[in-house]
Structure formats: C-alpha cells, structure tokens
C-alpha cells in the first residue's frame, strides 16, 4: 500500500453509509450497544484496513479501555498508531517520525471515554439491522466536520467487528476485526508513548 495513502487512510481512523432520520432510531438497540462498549474493557484482535479507493493493509489491534488503542501494522508498513493519555499517536518506525493529535479530535476517541453515553455530546444519526449485524453512525455533537463513525456490530452475542470513519475530506475508511479476543490482560507499557524508551524499542523492530 502506498506510504502516502496508508498514512491518509490511518488517519482517517482518527461512514456512515446509512440514512436514516433521527426520530427513527432504535433506543433499545443503542442502549445495548452502549452497555456492550461500557462493558468492554480489553480486546485484541486482527483486521483489515480498506481505503476507499481499494487500497488496504493489516495487522493486529488492541484496546484496553479506557483510554488506550493500538494498531500495528504488518510489514512492510512501518506505521504503528496508538492512543493514550488523551493522545493518538501516529508513528511511522521507518522514517523514526512521530506525529500526536488530541484523542477528542478524532472519531476514535468516543470509544475510548470512561463512560459512553450515545447522547449528549454525541449524536447519533442513524440505525439499522441487515445480514445479523446492527449499525449505529455517530458524531460529536456540533462537530461533525471532524468525522462520522459508523460501528458494525454482531448482536448474538454482541460483538465488535467492524467500524467505518467518513473524515473531513470525504474519505471513507473501513476497518474490519476478526479473531477477536476479550478480557485478556494487556499491559499498560503497550501503550506508554510518553516513556522515551517506548518509540526507541519501536524504532529497533
């Protein structure tokens, strides 16, 4: 995948695709996936990145909520993004270049909340149910510019699987899960870019 389309895509996860007026939402079905992401406090799992234009790249996540996400990519891509302590950084280990944006800026950063209300400050646009899996499309409430974030979630049972960021610019990226694992311990030094040594070891894989 090209450098410069990777690093555009990968920020981007820092769509919704589906209309639907807001008097029609399903509460009870945000209420579920809101208790389910309150719920989740570790996951590992691979995924598929798709830029929209087709170009993708893989590799491994994990989450440890609250506050903490990581994506490594698999070589050749030198990019690794992680987010913690209200910070998402973006790291590219060839160039040994890191680049850090506030987490509140980026559509990512309302999963990564203590607690997730799916109202309030967030608004949630649209709901819908097709092929076992539930939609919700959301955005910061008064900031839509930043990004909209369309979750995909399996419901028997509820699962993560998948999520699609629309940014500023109109470019779509999809992120897919699979071999998702929770509740495992991860320790915090994953996600510990503050600590001088963090991007030295990086820079060594």
Not at 33 to 50: I, M, P, S
Not at 100 to 125: F, N, Q, Y
Not at 173 to 202: C, H, I, K, S, W
């Amino acid at each position: 995948m090209n450098r410069r389309l990777l690093l555009t895509a990968a920020a981007g996860l820092l769509a919704p695709r589906f209309a639907s007026a807001q008097g029609n939402l399903d509460r009870a079905a945000i209420a579920r996936v809101e208790a389910y992401l309150n719920g989740l406090r570790t996951l590992r799992a691979r995924f598929l990145q798709v830029a929209q234009n087709g170009a993708s790249a893989q590799g491994t996540a994990l989450i440890s909520r609250p506050g903490r996400m990581r994506f490594d990519y698999d070589p050749p891509e030198p990019l690794l993004l992680v987010a913690s302590g209200g910070q998402v950084l973006m790291y590219d280990r060839e160039l040994r270049q890191p680049t850090a944006v506030p987490a509140s800026s980026t559509p990512l950063g309302m999963l990564l909340r203590p607690e997730i209300r799916l109202a309030g400050d967030i608004t949630v646009t649209a709901t819908e149910r097709s092929g076992g899996f539930l939609r919700v499309s959301m955005h910061r409430t008064g900031a839509r510019a930043e990004g909209l974030l369309t979750l995909a979630l399996a419901e028997q049972p509820m699962e993560l699987r998948q999520w699609t960021v629309l940014d500023a610019q109109g470019r779509e990226t999809r992120v897919t899960l699979y071999e998702v694992q929770t509740g495992m311990a991860l320790e915090n030094r994953l996600f510990d870019f503050n600590d001088p040594r963090f991007l030295e070891g990086e820079a060594r894989r």
